[in-house]
C-alpha cells in the first residue's frame, strides 16, 4: 500500500508537469468547446419547435401521439402524406403497421422513431399506454435545447473522456526499458511493473477525469449549456469511456517500439476518426451511419458514448445505456488483457 | 565472485554483439571495460542486468544465476546508464528519493541516504530544481546520485562521463573512487583510455563484441612489444633515421614531420643508449622526451586501430 502511495504520488507528479500532455487534456477540450459554441451560436439559441407527424385518422396510436406535447400530429391519407413529405411539411409518416416513413434523416425522425419503438414495446410487453409518460421522458426540462448541434458536444465529451490514453502511453513508455531511458533504469530495480502500471492506470484515470470535469464546468457556467439531466448514468459513460482511453493508451504505447510522439499522434488520429464516425464535426454523418451501417454506430466506442448521452439527456431514454455501458466495459477488459500480454515479456531483444 | 559471465553470445539477426564474451568481478574491485564505441560494453551490462535476451551463456550475481525476476539480487545492484534517467518533472531530492524508495522502505534511513547522496554528488544547491533545469554535468551527478543513494553492493557505470565539463568529470571520478574504498565493487564502462588507467584495477578491452585481453593497466602494457617511445626533433635531420636502427632495442622508427618517434621493445637504458648515439654522431636535438605506453598501444597492437577509430 505505502509503495503504491508513492507511486501514485510520483507519477501523478511526473505527469501533470508534461505540458503537452496537459495541453491536449485540458486546453484543447476548452479550445474545441468554444469553438463549436461560437461556430453554432446561432444555431443552438434556436427553442425547441414541435414535430409535425402525418398519420392516418384510424391509426390505432394516434391519440397517444396527440398526448405528446412536442407532437403536432396531422391526420392525413397516404397520398397527402407523400405529398407533405416530398414538401417537408411534416417530419414523417407513420404508416398502418406502425411503419415511419420519411424523406430525409434528421433530428425530429430520430425522436418520432424513439417514441414509435417506445410504443411498439409497449404493445408487445402489453402495458396500457397511459402508464407511459412520453411528454416528461422527451421534454423532461423544457429549458433544454433539442438541436443536432448538442450532439457534436455530446461527442466532443465522448472524444475528450478517451483522452487518458495519451497519459497511458507516457505511462507505458515509461516502465519500458525499450522504449525508455528511465524504463531502463526501473526494470534493473526491484520494481514489480504491475505496481508501476496501476499507480499509472490510477493517476491517468484521475487526471482525465479531473479534466473531463473542468470542461464539463466551462460548458455549464461559461458556455450556459445544460447538457445533462441524467447525471448518474452519463457519469457512468464518462467514467468507462476515461478507462477505455487510458487502457487504448496503454495499448498503443506497449504494442510498438515507436516513439511517444508518434504514439500521440497516432492516439489523436484514432480519437479524431471515431469521433467524426460519431457526428463531432457533422451530424449528417451519424445519421448516414445509423440508416446505412449501424453496426458502426453500435460498435464505435464513441458512438456508444455519443449516442446514450444524448438518449439519456435529451431524450430521457436510458434502455440501451446498460447495453453500451457492458460493451465499453468489454472493450476495457479486452484492451487491458492485450495491453498484458505486451508488457508481460521482461527481458527485450534490443533496447 | 560478485558477477561471473561465461561465453556470452548475443545476436542481432546477423550481426553479432557478443561474441563469446567472459568476464568476471571480483568483491571490492573496480572493473574496467574499454573499448570503441559500438564494442559491445553496454550490451555486457544490459545482458547481465537483464534487460537484454541472449543466445548463449551464463551470468551469474553473487554466486546466483541472473534473471528478470532476480528481486533480491536486483535489491544489492546500482545502475548509472549511460543516458541520463530520470524523471523530467521531478525535482532533484524526489528523483533520489523515488528511485531509492525502490530499494529502501524505512522512511528515516531513506531520508537518511537522500541526504547522504545528495552531498555525495554535491548538489546540495540543486535540490529542488527539476532536471532540465540543470547543466549537463549536473544532470550526470544526479544520474550517478540516483543509481547508488541506497548503497549498493555492485554497481553498473555505464560511460558516467561522457560529454561532461572537465570540473564534473573529476568530481565523478574522486566519487566513483570513494563508492569502491566504501565497499562497492563496479563495472566501469569508458572509452576513455586515461579514466581506466586511472580508475580500474582491472581491466577488459573488448572489440567487436570479444574480450581481447585482460589484466592490470601494467599487465597490459607489460604484452606490447613496444615498451618506450622516445620523440627526438635533430637540427639536421638528413639520412640519420637509417642509423638509429643500430641502437640496441630499437624496433622501429617513424617520422611525424621533422619529430623522429622511435620505438624500442623491452629493455632497459633507451634513453642513454639514444644520447649516446646523439653524442658520437655529433647531432644537436631541439626536442627530446619519453612517452610510456598507453592503453591506447595496447589497443593499436590487438586491433590495428586505435581506440577512437
Same mark, same amino acid.
Given at each position: 500500500?505505502?509503495?503504491?502511495?508513492?507511486?501514485?504520488?510520483?507519477?501523478?507528479?511526473?505527469?501533470?508537469?508534461?505540458?503537452?500532455?496537459?495541453?491536449?487534456?485540458?486546453?484543447?477540450?476548452?479550445?474545441?468547446?468554444?469553438?463549436?459554441?461560437?461556430?453554432?451560436?446561432?444555431?443552438?439559441?434556436?427553442?425547441?419547435?414541435?414535430?409535425?407527424?402525418?398519420?392516418?385518422? &384510424? #391509426?390505432?396510436?394516434?391519440?397517444?401521439?396527440?398526448?405528446?406535447?412536442?407532437?403536432?400530429?396531422?391526420?392525413?391519407?397516404?397520398?397527402?402524406? *407523400?405529398?407533405?413529405?416530398?414538401?417537408? +411539411?411534416?417530419?414523417?409518416?407513420?404508416?398502418?403497421?406502425?411503419?415511419?416513413?420519411? *424523406?430525409?434523416?434528421?433530428?425530429?425522425?430520430?425522436?418520432?422513431?424513439?417514441?414509435?419503438?417506445? $410504443?411498439?414495446?409497449?404493445?408487445?410487453?402489453?402495458?396500457?399506454?397511459?402508464?407511459?409518460?412520453?411528454?416528461? #421522458?422527451?421534454?423532461?426540462?423544457?429549458?433544454?435545447?433539442?438541436?443536432?448541434?448538442?450532439?457534436?458536444?455530446?461527442?466532443?465529451?465522448?472524444? %475528450?473522456?478517451?483522452?487518458?490514453?495519451?497519459?497511458?502511453?507516457?505511462?507505458?513508455?515509461?516502465?519500458?526499458?525499450?522504449?525508455? #531511458?528511465?524504463?531502463?533504469?526501473?526494470?534493473?530495480?526491484?520494481?514489480?511493473?504491475?505496481?508501476?502500471?496501476?499507480?499509472?492506470? /490510477?493517476?491517468?484515470?484521475?487526471?482525465?477525469?479531473?479534466?473531463?470535469?473542468?470542461?464539463? /464546468?466551462?460548458?455549464?457556467?461559461?458556455?450556459?449549456?445544460?447538457?445533462?439531466?441524467?447525471?448518474?448514468?452519463?457519469?457512468?459513460?464518462?467514467?468507462?469511456? #476515461?478507462?477505455?482511453?487510458?487502457?487504448?493508451?496503454?495499448?498503443?504505447?506497449?504494442?510498438?517500439?515507436?516513439?511517444?510522439?508518434?504514439?500521440? /499522434?497516432?492516439?489523436?488520429?484514432?480519437?479524431?476518426?471515431?469521433?467524426?464516425?460519431?457526428?463531432?464535426?457533422?451530424? &449528417?454523418?451519424?445519421?448516414?451511419?445509423?440508416?446505412?451501417?449501424?453496426?458502426?454506430?453500435?460498435?464505435?466506442?464513441?458512438?456508444?458514448?455519443?449516442?446514450?448521452?444524448?438518449?439519456?439527456?435529451?431524450?430521457?431514454?436510458?434502455?440501451?445505456?446498460?447495453?453500451?455501458?457492458?460493451?465499453?466495459?468489454?472493450?476495457?477488459?479486452?484492451?487491458?488483457?492485450?495491453?498484458?500480454?505486451?508488457?508481460?515479456?521482461?527481458?527485450?531483444?534490443?533496447? | 565472485?560478485?558477477?561471473?559471465?561465461?561465453?556470452?553470445?548475443?545476436?542481432?539477426?546477423?550481426?553479432?554483439?557478443?561474441?563469446?564474451?567472459?568476464?568476471?568481478?571480483?568483491?571490492?574491485?573496480?572493473?574496467?571495460?574499454?573499448?570503441?564505441?559500438? !564494442?559491445?560494453?553496454?550490451?555486457? $551490462?544490459? !545482458?547481465?542486468?537483464?534487460?537484454?535476451?541472449? +543466445?548463449?551463456?551464463? $551470468?551469474?550475481?553473487?554466486?546466483? *544465476?541472473?534473471? @528478470?525476476?532476480?528481486?533480491?539480487?536486483?535489491?544489492?545492484?546500482?545502475?548509472?546508464?549511460?543516458? %541520463?534517467?530520470?524523471?523530467?518533472?521531478?525535482?532533484?531530492?524526489?528523483?533520489? &528519493?523515488?528511485? !531509492?524508495?525502490?530499494?529502501?522502505?524505512?522512511?528515516?534511513?531513506?531520508?537518511?541516504? %537522500?541526504?547522504?547522496?545528495?552531498?555525495?554528488?554535491?548538489?546540495? +544547491?540543486?535540490?529542488?530544481? !527539476?532536471?532540465? *533545469?540543470?547543466?549537463?554535468?549536473?544532470?550526470?551527478?544526479?544520474?550517478?546520485?540516483?543509481?547508488?543513494?541506497?548503497?549498493?553492493?555492485?554497481?553498473?557505470?555505464?560511460?558516467?562521463?561522457?560529454?561532461?565539463?572537465?570540473?564534473?568529470?573529476?568530481?565523478?571520478?574522486?566519487?566513483?573512487?570513494?563508492?569502491?574504498?566504501?565497499?562497492?565493487?563496479?563495472?566501469?564502462?569508458?572509452?576513455?583510455?586515461?579514466?581506466?588507467?586511472?580508475?580500474?584495477?582491472?581491466?577488459?578491452?573488448? +572489440?567487436?563484441?570479444?574480450?581481447?585481453?585482460?589484466?592490470?593497466?601494467?599487465?597490459?602494457?607489460?604484452?606490447?612489444?613496444?615498451?618506450?617511445?622516445?620523440?627526438?626533433?635533430?637540427?639536421? @635531420?638528413?639520412?640519420?633515421?637509417?642509423?638509429?636502427?643500430?641502437? @640496441?632495442?630499437?624496433?622501429?622508427?617513424?617520422?611525424?614531420?621533422?619529430?623522429?618517434?622511435?620505438?624500442?621493445?623491452?629493455?632497459?637504458?633507451?634513453?642513454?643508449?639514444?644520447?649516446?648515439?646523439?653524442?658520437?654522431?655529433?647531432?644537436?636535438?631541439?626536442?627530446?622526451?619519453?612517452?610510456? @605506453?598507453?592503453?591506447?598501444?595496447?589497443?593499436?597492437?590487438?586491433?590495428?586501430?586505435?581506440?577512437?577509430?
Amino acid at each position: 500500500m505505502k509503495r503504491l502511495a508513492r507511486n501514485l504520488f510520483y507519477q501523478g507528479k511526473n505527469l501533470l508537469g508534461e505540458k503537452a500532455l496537459i495541453f491536449w487534456g485540458i486546453i484543447y477540450p476548452l479550445i474545441m468547446a468554444l469553438f463549436f459554441h461560437t461556430a453554432f451560436s446561432g444555431i443552438m439559441n434556436i427553442e425547441l419547435e414541435s414535430i409535425a407527424i402525418g398519420i392516418d385518422k &384510424d #391509426n390505432p396510436v394516434r391519440y397517444i401521439l396527440e398526448e405528446i406535447e412536442i407532437i403536432d400530429v396531422h391526420v392525413l391519407k397516404d397520398v397527402e402524406a *407523400k405529398e407533405k413529405l416530398e414538401d417537408e +411539411d411534416i417530419g414523417g409518416y407513420i404508416d398502418g403497421d406502425l411503419k415511419l416513413l420519411v *424523406k430525409k434523416s434528421g433530428i425530429n425522425q430520430t425522436v418520432i422513431k424513439e417514441i414509435l419503438d417506445q $410504443i411498439k414495446q409497449m404493445e408487445k410487453l402489453g402495458l396500457p399506454m397511459e402508464r407511459f409518460d412520453f411528454s416528461a #421522458n422527451y421534454i423532461e426540462d423544457k429549458n433544454q435545447r433539442a438541436d443536432t448541434i448538442i450532439i457534436i458536444f455530446y461527442s466532443l465529451i465522448a472524444m %475528450v473522456s478517451t483522452y487518458g490514453l495519451f497519459s497511458g502511453i507516457e505511462t507505458v513508455s515509461l516502465m519500458q526499458a525499450n522504449l525508455s #531511458n528511465v524504463g531502463k533504469r526501473l526494470n534493473a530495480t526491484p520494481l514489480k511493473k504491475k505496481d508501476f502500471l496501476l499507480a499509472g492506470i /490510477i493517476v491517468s484515470l484521475s487526471i482525465n477525469m479531473l479534466s473531463n470535469a473542468i470542461l464539463l /464546468i466551462f460548458i455549464k457556467h461559461f458556455l450556459k449549456l445544460k447538457l445533462f439531466t441524467g447525471l448518474l448514468y452519463s457519469g457512468i459513460l464518462i467514467i468507462l469511456g #476515461n478507462l477505455f482511453g487510458v487502457g487504448l493508451g496503454i495499448l498503443i504505447g506497449a504494442s510498438s517500439k515507436r516513439n511517444a510522439n508518434a504514439k500521440t /499522434i497516432l492516439g489523436i488520429f484514432i480519437t479524431l476518426v471515431l469521433s467524426f464516425l460519431s457526428g463531432m464535426m457533422s451530424t &449528417d454523418i451519424k445519421i448516414m451511419l445509423d440508416k446505412r451501417l449501424p453496426l458502426v454506430g453500435k460498435v464505435n466506442p464513441i458512438s456508444i458514448i455519443t449516442n446514450n448521452l444524448y438518449k439519456i439527456n435529451l431524450l430521457g431514454n436510458t434502455k440501451n445505456a446498460i447495453g453500451g455501458m457492458t460493451i465499453l466495459g468489454i472493450y476495457c477488459l479486452m484492451l487491458i488483457f492485450l495491453s498484458y500480454g505486451f508488457l508481460r515479456g521482461k527481458t527485450y531483444d534490443s533496447i | 565472485m560478485v558477477v561471473k559471465v561465461s561465453n556470452l553470445v548475443k545476436r542481432y539477426k546477423e550481426k553479432i554483439a557478443l561474441d563469446h564474451f567472459n568476464m568476471e568481478l571480483e568483491e571490492g574491485e573496480i572493473l574496467g571495460l574499454l573499448g570503441p564505441n559500438g !564494442c559491445g560494453k553496454t550490451t555486457v $551490462i544490459n !545482458c547481465i542486468l537483464s534487460l537484454l535476451n541472449f +543466445d548463449e551463456g551464463e $551470468i551469474e550475481i553473487f554466486g546466483e *544465476k541472473m534473471t @528478470p525476476n532476480s528481486y533480491d539480487i536486483k535489491r544489492q545492484i546500482g545502475i548509472v546508464p549511460q543516458e %541520463v534517467a530520470v524523471f523530467e518533472n521531478l525535482t532533484v531530492k524526489e528523483n533520489i &528519493d523515488y528511485f !531509492c524508495g525502490l530499494y529502501v522502505e524505512d522512511r528515516s534511513l531513506r531520508k537518511q541516504y %537522500v541526504e547522504e547522496a545528495i552531498d555525495f554528488v554535491g548538489l546540495g +544547491d540543486y535540490r529542488k530544481f !527539476c532536471p532540465r *533545469k540543470l547543466s549537463g554535468g549536473l544532470r550526470r551527478r544526479l544520474n550517478i546520485a540516483c543509481g547508488i543513494a541506497h548503497r549498493p553492493k555492485l554497481i553498473f557505470l555505464d560511460e558516467p562521463t561522457v560529454a561532461v565539463d572537465a570540473q564534473s568529470r573529476n568530481f565523478i571520478l574522486d566519487g566513483i573512487k570513494r563508492l569502491n574504498e566504501e565497499g562497492s565493487s563496479i563495472i566501469y564502462t569508458t572509452h576513455y583510455l586515461e579514466e581506466a588507467e586511472t580508475l580500474c584495477k582491472r581491466i577488459i578491452i573488448m +572489440d567487436n563484441g570479444k574480450n581481447l585481453v585482460s589484466g592490470s593497466n601494467e599487465e597490459l602494457k607489460a604484452m606490447i612489444s613496444t615498451s618506450e617511445k622516445i620523440v627526438v626533433k635533430f637540427l639536421e @635531420p638528413g639520412t640519420i633515421g637509417d642509423k638509429m636502427k643500430e641502437i @640496441p632495442h630499437v624496433v622501429d622508427i617513424e617520422r611525424n614531420g621533422e619529430d623522429y618517434i622511435i620505438k624500442f621493445e623491452n629493455g632497459f637504458n633507451n634513453m642513454a643508449n639514444l644520447l649516446e648515439f646523439i653524442k658520437d654522431n655529433n647531432l644537436t636535438y631541439t626536442k627530446f622526451y619519453s612517452q610510456i @605506453p598507453s592503453l591506447n598501444d595496447v589497443f593499436l597492437q590487438l586491433t590495428g586501430k586505435g581506440l577512437r577509430d
